[in-house]
Nanobody, 121 residues
Framework: VQLVESGGGLVRPGGSLRLSCTAS????????TGWFRQAPGKEREFLAS????????YYADFVKDRFTISRDNAKNTVYLQMNSLKPEDTAVYYC???????????????WGQGTQVTVSS
């Protein structure tokens, strides 16, 4: 299984980015997918997840009104749309695949390499 994140970069405060997580060797509709991030000096934290099959979504409270997770089954890709970005959103963003699609890191068995998001003026 290989997960590849893309779409990170430098954006100004208030701007938007859409991250992509494309999988090979695994069909994402039959697994849950989560997005996490890790800022320098901080622990990795859960952002959002989407469950297998029916695609129920879950969010961390602090991103619920700004971030949206979605899945394109035809492209085997999960997205994280991020709006109203703040400097404190600066981090490496990771996608992960697992059997459930929960907020718990231990429930995921495959991780991408991460993509850097920097929010700065």
């Amino acid at each position: 299984v290989q997960l590849v994140e893309s779409g990170g970069g430098l954006v100004r405060p208030g701007g938007s980015l859409r991250l992509s997580c494309t999988a090979s060797g695994r069909t994402l509709t039959t697994y849950g997918t989560g997005w996490f991030r890790q800022a320098p000096g901080k622990e990795r934290e859960f952002l959002a997840s989407i469950t297998r099959t029916i695609g129920q979504t879950y969010y961390a409270d602090f991103v619920k009104d700004r971030f949206t997770i979605s899945r394109d089954n035809a492209k085997n890709t999960v997205y994280l749309q991020m709006n109203s970005l703040k400097p404190e959103d600066t981090a490496v963003y990771y996608c992960a695949s697992g059997s459930v699609g929960s907020r718990w890191e231990r429930s995921y068995d495959s991780w991408g390499q991460g993509t850097q998001v920097t929010v700065s003026s």
